[in-house]
């Protein structure tokens, strides 16, 4: 988990409310991504952006937004467009956008129920 | 496009067996390959990493995989699990110089005394 914070762990919501996923990293790292786990299916890439100011849609974007003001800083709304929202969240990021074969660092995740 | 296919979503096994997680990957591009792990509620912890150079590749907690590029494989062994080996592993790839990754479905590996 490293430098890398999320909170919270547990979130609960009812059903038609948007909500705030909040990431944080102090490891000075360029990128950082969203994925969603849900049981059987792995990682899902959510979201990413690899520099302040601008991101791009992963593989199931609908749904959710995020915003890039900081580079520290990388929060996930889960609007009330998205169908399924209850999963656990991960957040990652990865060191250097102009370095080739590196890794991605992953947080300790929040696990969000929608009631 | 890149894929994985972890072809066991569960594994059973005794305490100080060995164990072999299967993982094969299709790509059309050059490839790094990682294997993760997770345990319940955390996030993930990479285990090791193949960029390039010798097939065999050791990671942390006395894991080791192999590169079989004509096989397209990436398997993780364990010559002998302990109990706290008990967790989720995933197999990713990633394209050279492309720092998206994608997943497996994951292996849950149960380790029984």
């Known amino acids: 988990d490293g430098g890398i914070t999320q909170s919270p762990k547990y979130l609960f919501r009812k059903e038609g409310q948007n909500v705030t996923l909040s990431c944080e990293q102090n490891?000075?790292?360029?990128?950082m991504y969203w994925y969603r786990q849900d049981p059987g299916q792995g990682l899902r890439l959510i979201y990413y952006?690899?520099?302040?100011?601008?991101?791009q849609k992963g593989d199931i974007a609908e749904g959710y937004s995020v915003s890039r003001e900081k580079k520290e800083s990388f929060p996930l709304t889960v609007t009330s467009a998205q169908k399924n929202p209850t999963a656990f969240y991960l957040c990652?990021?990865?060191?250097?956008?102009?370095?080739?074969?590196?890794?991605?660092?992953f947080g300790p995740g929040t696990r969000l129920t929608v009631l | 496009a890149q894929s994985v296919t972890q072809l066991d979503s569960q594994v059973p096994v005794f305490e100080e067996a060995p164990v072999e997680l299967r993982c094969n990957y299709s790509?059309?591009?050059?490839?790094?390959l990682f294997w993760y792990v997770q345990y319940p509620n955390q996030g993930l912890q990479l285990l090791l990493k193949?960029?390039?150079?010798?097939?065999l590749v050791k990671g942390i907690n006395g894991f080791e995989a192999e590169f079989n590029k004509s096989q397209t494989s990436f398997h993780l062994r364990k010559p002998s699990v302990h109990i706290s080996d008990t967790a989720e592993y995933f197999c990713?790839?990633?394209?050279?110089?492309?720092?998206?990754?994608?997943f497996g479905a994951g292996t849950r590996l149960a380790v029984h005394p």
């Open positions: 990652a990021t990865y060191p250097s956008t102009t370095r080739e074969a590196d890794t991605q660092y």
């Open positions: 490891l000075n790292h360029d990128a």
């Open positions: 952006s690899q520099i302040v100011n601008d991101f």
């Open positions: 790509s059309s591009v050059s490839v790094y």
């Open positions: 193949y960029l390039s150079g010798s097939t």
């Open positions: 990713a790839v990633t394209a050279g110089g492309y720092n998206k990754l994608i």
